[in-house]
Protein backbone atom coordinates (compact mmCIF):
# COMPACT_ATOMS: atom_id res chain seq x y z
CA UNK A 1 0.00 0.00 0.00
CA UNK A 2 1.02 3.56 -0.87
CA UNK A 3 -0.26 6.94 0.57
CA UNK A 4 -0.69 9.43 -1.75
CA UNK A 5 -2.75 12.61 -2.10
CA UNK A 6 -6.70 12.64 -2.81
CA UNK A 7 -6.21 14.09 -6.29
CA UNK A 8 -9.02 15.78 -8.34
CA UNK A 9 -10.58 14.83 -11.56
CA UNK A 10 -12.91 16.64 -13.65
CA UNK A 11 -15.91 16.08 -16.37
CA UNK A 12 -14.13 16.62 -19.81
CA UNK A 13 -16.72 17.59 -21.83
CA UNK A 14 -20.49 18.40 -21.16
CA UNK A 15 -23.19 16.23 -23.18
CA UNK A 16 -24.51 18.83 -24.79
CA UNK A 17 -20.80 20.33 -26.07
CA UNK A 18 -20.06 16.32 -27.23
CA UNK A 19 -23.44 16.77 -29.30
CA UNK A 20 -22.03 20.04 -31.06
CA UNK A 21 -18.84 18.30 -32.31
CA UNK A 22 -19.88 15.74 -33.45
CA UNK A 23 -22.41 17.52 -35.43
CA UNK A 24 -19.76 19.62 -36.59
CA UNK A 25 -17.30 17.09 -37.93
CA UNK A 26 -20.54 15.22 -39.71
CA UNK A 27 -22.04 16.98 -43.08
CA UNK A 28 -26.09 16.62 -43.11
CA UNK A 29 -25.15 14.72 -46.48
CA UNK A 30 -23.32 12.05 -44.18
CA UNK A 31 -25.53 12.00 -41.27
CA UNK A 32 -28.60 11.68 -44.59
CA UNK A 33 -26.69 8.70 -45.68
CA UNK A 34 -26.33 6.68 -42.64
CA UNK A 35 -29.61 7.18 -41.44
CA UNK A 36 -31.15 5.75 -44.91
CA UNK A 37 -28.55 2.98 -45.54
CA UNK A 38 -30.61 1.93 -42.39
CA UNK A 39 -34.40 2.29 -43.15
CA UNK A 40 -35.64 -0.94 -43.81
CA UNK A 41 -34.72 -2.15 -40.65
CA UNK A 42 -37.70 -2.07 -37.69
CA UNK A 43 -36.52 1.22 -35.31
CA UNK A 44 -37.61 2.23 -31.63
CA UNK A 45 -40.70 4.32 -31.44
CA UNK A 46 -39.21 6.95 -28.89
CA UNK A 47 -39.74 10.43 -30.36
CA UNK A 48 -35.95 11.42 -30.55
CA UNK A 49 -34.51 8.18 -32.17
CA UNK A 50 -33.97 9.96 -35.48
CA UNK A 51 -31.93 12.30 -33.81
CA UNK A 52 -29.54 9.43 -32.24
CA UNK A 53 -27.50 8.79 -36.20
CA UNK A 54 -24.84 7.93 -33.80
CA UNK A 55 -26.44 5.01 -32.88
CA UNK A 56 -26.76 4.16 -36.52
CA UNK A 57 -22.35 4.51 -36.94
CA UNK A 58 -21.96 2.68 -34.03
CA UNK A 59 -24.35 -0.61 -34.47
CA UNK A 60 -23.69 -0.84 -38.11
CA UNK A 61 -26.09 -4.19 -39.21
CA UNK A 62 -27.16 -4.08 -35.66
CA UNK A 63 -29.16 -1.26 -35.60
CA UNK A 64 -32.33 -2.57 -35.52
CA UNK A 65 -33.18 -3.02 -31.68
CA UNK A 66 -36.02 -6.13 -32.34
CA UNK A 67 -33.10 -7.79 -35.11
CA UNK A 68 -30.74 -7.45 -32.23
CA UNK A 69 -32.80 -8.89 -29.77
CA UNK A 70 -34.22 -11.58 -31.12
CA UNK A 71 -30.99 -12.76 -31.95
CA UNK A 72 -30.09 -12.66 -28.29
CA UNK A 73 -33.56 -14.26 -27.04
CA UNK A 74 -31.36 -17.32 -25.86
CA UNK A 75 -30.00 -14.85 -22.59
CA UNK A 76 -33.64 -13.25 -22.05
CA UNK A 77 -34.07 -12.72 -18.23
CA UNK A 78 -30.47 -12.18 -17.30
CA UNK A 79 -29.48 -8.95 -15.37
CA UNK A 80 -26.34 -6.56 -16.06
CA UNK A 81 -25.87 -4.24 -13.29
CA UNK A 82 -23.98 -1.17 -14.36
CA UNK A 83 -22.14 0.66 -11.73
CA UNK A 84 -22.18 4.81 -13.21
CA UNK A 85 -19.59 6.62 -10.90
CA UNK A 86 -20.64 10.41 -11.75
CA UNK A 87 -22.47 13.03 -10.96
CA UNK A 88 -25.61 11.54 -9.55
CA UNK A 89 -28.54 10.95 -11.95
CA UNK A 90 -32.13 12.14 -11.92
CA UNK A 91 -33.51 8.99 -10.27
CA UNK A 92 -37.18 10.78 -11.01
CA UNK A 93 -36.93 11.19 -15.13
CA UNK A 94 -39.52 9.68 -16.57
CA UNK A 95 -37.47 7.76 -19.27
CA UNK A 96 -35.62 5.80 -16.58
CA UNK A 97 -38.10 4.86 -14.52
CA UNK A 98 -37.92 0.87 -13.57
CA UNK A 99 -34.28 1.52 -14.97
CA UNK A 100 -32.12 1.56 -11.50
CA UNK A 101 -31.10 -1.17 -9.01
CA UNK A 102 -32.05 -1.61 -5.58
CA UNK A 103 -31.14 -3.92 -2.92
CA UNK A 104 -32.24 -4.64 0.22
CA UNK A 105 -29.26 -6.25 1.62
CA UNK A 106 -26.71 -4.13 -0.11
CA UNK A 107 -23.17 -3.24 1.75
CA UNK A 108 -20.71 -0.39 1.85
CA UNK A 109 -17.20 0.13 0.04
CA UNK A 110 -16.15 -1.88 3.37
CA UNK A 111 -18.17 -5.08 3.17
CA UNK A 112 -20.82 -3.74 5.70
CA UNK A 113 -24.23 -3.81 5.72
CA UNK A 114 -25.69 -1.19 5.19
CA UNK A 115 -29.25 -0.33 7.68
CA UNK A 116 -32.37 0.17 5.21
CA UNK A 117 -30.43 -1.16 2.51
CA UNK A 118 -30.22 0.72 -1.15
CA UNK A 119 -33.74 1.37 -2.17
CA UNK A 120 -33.12 5.09 -4.66
CA UNK A 121 -30.60 3.06 -7.01
CA UNK A 122 -27.32 3.39 -5.95
CA UNK A 123 -25.29 5.69 -3.38
CA UNK A 124 -24.38 9.09 -2.79
CA UNK A 125 -20.61 9.42 -1.60
CA UNK A 126 -20.76 13.25 -1.47
CA UNK A 127 -23.62 13.72 1.42
CA UNK A 128 -23.22 10.17 2.85
CA UNK A 129 -26.55 8.67 2.14
CA UNK A 130 -28.68 6.44 0.25
CA UNK A 131 -30.26 9.02 -2.28
CA UNK A 132 -27.82 9.75 -5.31
CA UNK A 133 -30.15 12.14 -6.90
CA UNK A 134 -28.18 14.61 -9.00
CA UNK A 135 -27.97 18.33 -7.78
CA UNK A 136 -25.85 20.96 -9.96
CA UNK A 137 -24.70 18.50 -12.88
CA UNK A 138 -27.03 16.60 -14.75
CA UNK A 139 -24.54 14.89 -16.95
CA UNK A 140 -24.78 10.84 -15.07
CA UNK A 141 -28.40 11.31 -15.88
CA UNK A 142 -27.08 11.91 -19.62
CA UNK A 143 -24.96 8.96 -19.52
CA UNK A 144 -27.69 6.69 -17.54
CA UNK A 145 -30.25 7.74 -20.31
CA UNK A 146 -27.30 6.30 -23.18
CA UNK A 147 -26.44 3.28 -21.08
CA UNK A 148 -30.34 2.38 -20.24
CA UNK A 149 -33.43 4.55 -21.14
CA UNK A 150 -36.64 2.72 -21.54
CA UNK A 151 -36.52 1.93 -25.19
CA UNK A 152 -39.59 1.66 -27.59
CA UNK A 153 -41.83 3.11 -24.93
CA UNK A 154 -42.51 6.45 -27.39
CA UNK A 155 -40.65 8.57 -24.73
CA UNK A 156 -37.40 10.03 -25.21
CA UNK A 157 -34.64 8.99 -26.64
CA UNK A 158 -33.59 5.10 -27.13
CA UNK A 159 -30.63 3.28 -24.87
CA UNK A 160 -27.06 1.44 -26.14
CA UNK A 161 -28.18 -1.46 -23.71
CA UNK A 162 -31.57 -1.86 -25.04
CA UNK A 163 -31.05 -2.09 -28.31
CA UNK A 164 -27.77 -4.45 -27.74
CA UNK A 165 -29.37 -6.91 -25.71
CA UNK A 166 -32.80 -8.09 -24.20
CA UNK A 167 -31.42 -8.42 -20.82
CA UNK A 168 -32.62 -6.25 -17.96
CA UNK A 169 -30.41 -3.62 -17.53
CA UNK A 170 -30.13 -1.89 -13.83
CA UNK A 171 -28.42 1.30 -13.08
CA UNK A 172 -26.25 1.56 -9.99
CA UNK A 173 -25.51 5.26 -9.70
CA UNK A 174 -22.69 6.38 -7.70
CA UNK A 175 -23.00 9.46 -7.23
CA UNK A 176 -19.09 11.12 -6.33
CA UNK A 177 -18.95 14.44 -7.27
CA UNK A 178 -20.49 17.09 -7.18
CA UNK A 179 -21.34 20.90 -6.39
CA UNK A 180 -21.22 23.13 -9.19
CA UNK A 181 -17.05 24.01 -9.59
CA UNK A 182 -16.20 20.96 -7.53
CA UNK A 183 -14.24 17.87 -8.54
CA UNK A 184 -14.43 13.86 -8.07
CA UNK A 185 -11.72 12.87 -5.59
CA UNK A 186 -9.82 10.18 -5.73
CA UNK A 187 -10.51 9.02 -2.38
CA UNK A 188 -14.09 9.12 -3.42
CA UNK A 189 -13.80 7.14 -6.87
CA UNK A 190 -12.19 4.11 -4.79
CA UNK A 191 -14.73 3.60 -2.59
CA UNK A 192 -17.33 3.68 -4.83
CA UNK A 193 -15.79 1.53 -6.63
CA UNK A 194 -15.01 -0.70 -3.98
CA UNK A 195 -18.91 -0.55 -3.29
CA UNK A 196 -19.46 -1.72 -7.44
CA UNK A 197 -17.60 -5.06 -6.65
CA UNK A 198 -18.75 -5.52 -3.26
CA UNK A 199 -22.67 -5.29 -4.69
CA UNK A 200 -21.84 -7.35 -7.47
CA UNK A 201 -21.99 -4.82 -10.40
CA UNK A 202 -20.83 -6.36 -13.82
CA UNK A 203 -19.89 -3.29 -15.63
CA UNK A 204 -18.08 0.02 -14.14
CA UNK A 205 -18.10 3.03 -16.24
CA UNK A 206 -16.63 6.73 -14.99
CA UNK A 207 -16.68 9.74 -17.61
CA UNK A 208 -14.37 11.97 -16.46
CA UNK A 209 -10.51 12.30 -16.24
CA UNK A 210 -7.53 14.66 -14.54
CA UNK A 211 -3.77 14.90 -15.05
CA UNK A 212 -2.84 13.00 -12.35
CA UNK A 213 -2.19 8.99 -12.23
CA UNK A 214 -3.79 7.54 -8.87
CA UNK A 215 -2.45 4.22 -7.58
CA UNK A 216 -5.06 3.88 -5.17
CA UNK A 217 -7.81 3.76 -8.38
CA UNK A 218 -5.94 1.86 -10.70
CA UNK A 219 -5.35 -0.83 -7.72
CA UNK A 220 -9.37 -0.47 -7.06
CA UNK A 221 -9.92 -1.04 -11.21
CA UNK A 222 -7.70 -4.45 -10.55
CA UNK A 223 -9.80 -5.41 -7.93
CA UNK A 224 -12.57 -5.15 -9.97
CA UNK A 225 -11.19 -6.47 -13.08
CA UNK A 226 -10.04 -9.60 -11.09
CA UNK A 227 -13.61 -9.96 -9.73
CA UNK A 228 -14.92 -10.55 -13.66
CA UNK A 229 -16.05 -6.74 -14.05
CA UNK A 230 -15.83 -4.34 -17.51
CA UNK A 231 -14.65 -1.26 -16.49
CA UNK A 232 -15.09 1.69 -18.78
CA UNK A 233 -13.41 4.92 -18.71
CA UNK A 234 -13.33 7.80 -21.29
Same mark, same amino acid.
Given at each position: ?????????????????L?K?????????E???T??? /???? +????????????? #????L????? #?F????S??????????????D???D?? /??????Q?????????????S??? %????? %?????? /????????????G +??????????????? %???? #???????????????????????????E?????? /??????????????F???S??Q?????????????? #?????
Amino acid at each position: KILEPNYLFYLQLQIQDLGKEEQSNTSPEEKSQTTSS /HNNT +TSPDDPYFSDQWS #LASVLGEKFS #LFTVNNSDSGQAGMTTIIALIDTGVDTT /HEDLQGQFWTNDTCVDENGESIEG %GCPNG %GWDFVD /HDDNPFATDYTHG +TAIAGILNAKTNNDI %GISS #LGNILSNKENQIMSLRTCCTVGGYFESEKIVDAI /HFAVNNHADIITMSFGGPSFSQHIQEAIAEAEEKGI #LVVAA
